[in-house]
């Protein structure tokens, strides 16, 4: 306490009525002291000398404002700040503070304006821009507000709040940009990356952007952290599934009651479990699918494919029943047509079957295989020369294929359609020989050995064929092609069923293989 140096009484009483003073001489700089120290009568009293004193201070107005505004006298405030607008319409800082008291009043499209004013002024307060933004979005002027916020980030490029409320509002409009609010929360998912409320828009925006691969450890991540998004489970699961991740989307669903489950995701889990050939569990979700809303058309194609699967074919033929009555579409008539037709052939309906399968033809008249399912059913219903015709148009057509460039792709088709019009002929050929018919039995083996060679150009080593050749060329005395074939298919199969009858015919013709 010895150095404590100690002013004399009279001293202090001269610095006080200094200071006093110099306050009275300046009641701006008297205003602005009480300001400080929270005395916000005082420092309106003040800012009032300070505007009687000189009228043409457009400071002094705009501190007078600024103390009726810290101190709720919104509708004294707005009177001074207009006055020193009018002295000084330069100053951002008026605008600002006009804009802070319109703000206040929640008269919003006064404090955009004055806010945007102040903003042409002083391009790069950061704190102007933001308050613009805010103010817009509550507003829902939406365009203000992105605007802003974007001149915000340009200013301040890490501005969490800039970064969440325009991400939100990009969330928020219709339609939804879900393109412009994916780098914004990519920035905010780095600066706060254990935010949920962060983590959880984020990976909404990568599931809706399609970014499936960079969506699954951010959704996995969300679900450990808040196992109530349930919307999350079934976005990783479609997110699995398109990135071919199956198995885990499958387990994803399993662990869901399936009535919880909305059609689509029922619709992606059945798809999922028909891709890992699960076709019974899969049939049983599309069921729940369609009971939940028969009327949904879009359900029946693949439904009525997958009851093909399990074999349930009645279920399946009025399933395609309701396709065909909802959706008039040329392919998915045509498609419905033809499985009616071959769920009909496993049933045996065969008469049934043709309609159909005429009726596909009516939209396909160029498809391949619908051809063939009604030379089968011809075949089914022993009308032969239907059965031959329809036959030669599956030829024609996959020829016609193959020199437009789809080469081998219908290979079996034409196999099966050469063999069975040969087996054909050689049957009609065996009867008109047996009527003592040579002259047409003698044609109809020549195009039974025609369209037989064909397919056995197609399959080498069909022994049945060898067979069915060696006997044509037999029957119409052919006796080294006859035995051409009776070798060769006692080379390529002599154990097989047929080696017996090809030695009977080599018997039958007085040659042996080799000599």
Not at 6 to 33: Q, R, T
Not at 327 to 332: A, E, L, P, R
Not at 439 to 461: G, H, T
Not at 478 to 506: F, V
């Amino acid at each position: 306490m010895k150095n404590l140096i100690k002013l004399p009484f009279v001293v202090l009483v001269s610095l006080f009525i200094l200071s006093s003073k110099s306050f009275a001489d300046d009641p701006l700089a008297a205003g602005k002291a009480a300001l400080d120290r929270g005395d916000l009568q005082g420092a309106i009293s003040a800012f009032r000398e300070a505007v009687q004193k000189d009228k043409k201070n457009p400071q002094a107005y705009l501190w007078l404002g600024t103390a009726l505004l810290k101190a709720d006298s919104l509708e004294q405030a707005v009177v001074p700040l207009i006055q020193a607008r009018d002295l000084d319409s330069t100053n951002p800082n008026i605008y600002n503070r006009l804009g802070d008291v319109y703000r206040a009043q929640n008269i919003p499209a006064a404090a955009i304006d004055q806010y945007k004013k102040a903003a042409a002024l002083d391009t790069n307060n950061v704190d102007l821009y933001t308050k613009l933004a805010a103010v817009s979005r509550k507003a829902r002027r939406y365009p203000d507000a992105v605007d802003a916020y974007i001149r915000v980030l340009a200013l301040d490029s890490s501005n969490v709040v800039a970064l969440r409320q325009l991400g939100e509002i990009y969330l928020r409009t219709k339609p939804k940009q879900f393109v412009k609010a994916l780098p914004l929360f990519e920035r905010l998912s780095k600066l706060q990356p254990d935010s949920l409320s962060i983590q959880i828009p984020y990976g909404r925006t990568l599931f809706e952007t399609l970014h499936y691969e960079k969506f699954i450890p951010i959704g996995e991540g969300v679900l450990q952290r808040d196992a109530s998004q349930t919307e999350f489970e079934t976005m990783l699961a479609e997110a699995y599934i398109k990135t071919g991740k199956i198995d885990s989307a499958i387990k994803k669903y399993d662990k869901r009651n399936p009535d919880s489950l909305s059609i689509d995701d029922l619709l992606r889990y059945a798809k999922a479990l028909r891709s890992k050939e699960l076709f019974e569990k899969a049939a049983d979700i599309y069921q729940k699918a369609y009971r939940r809303d028969s009327t949904r058309c879009s359900i029946y194609y693949e439904f009525g494919t997958l009851l093909m699967k399990v074999r349930r074919y009645g279920d399946a033929i009025s399933v395609f029943k309701k396709k065909v009555a909802c959706d008039t579409s040329s392919g998915y008539q045509f498609a419905s047509e033809l499985n009616m037709s071959m769920s009909m052939m496993q049933l045996k309906q065969f008469k049934e079957a043709k309609e159909h399968t005429l009726k596909a033809i009516e939209f396909r008249s160029d498809n391949i295989q619908a051809w063939q399912v009604l030379a089968q059913i011809y075949g089914q219903l022993e009308q032969t020369d239907d059965e031959i015709t329809a036959y030669k148009k599956v030829i024609e057509l996959a020829t016609a294929a193959a020199e437009n460039g789809d080469g081998s792709k219908y290979n079996p088709q034409l196999l099966e359609a050469y063999r069975m019009i040969g087996v054909r002929y050689l049957i009609e050929a065996t009867k008109l020989q047996k009527d003592k018919k040579e002259a047409e039995a003698k044609k109809k083996y020549a195009a039974s050995i025609e369209y037989l060679k064909k397919a056995l150009q197609l399959d080498p080593k069909d022994c049945q064929m060898l067979l069915w050749l060696g006997q044509a060329n037999q029957n119409i005395s052919n006796k080294e092609d006859a035995k051409k074939y009776y070798c060769k298919l006692l080379q390529q199969c002599p154990s097989g069923k047929e080696a017996k009858d090809a030695q009977s015919g080599l018997d039958g013709i007085g040659m042996k293989c080799g000599q």
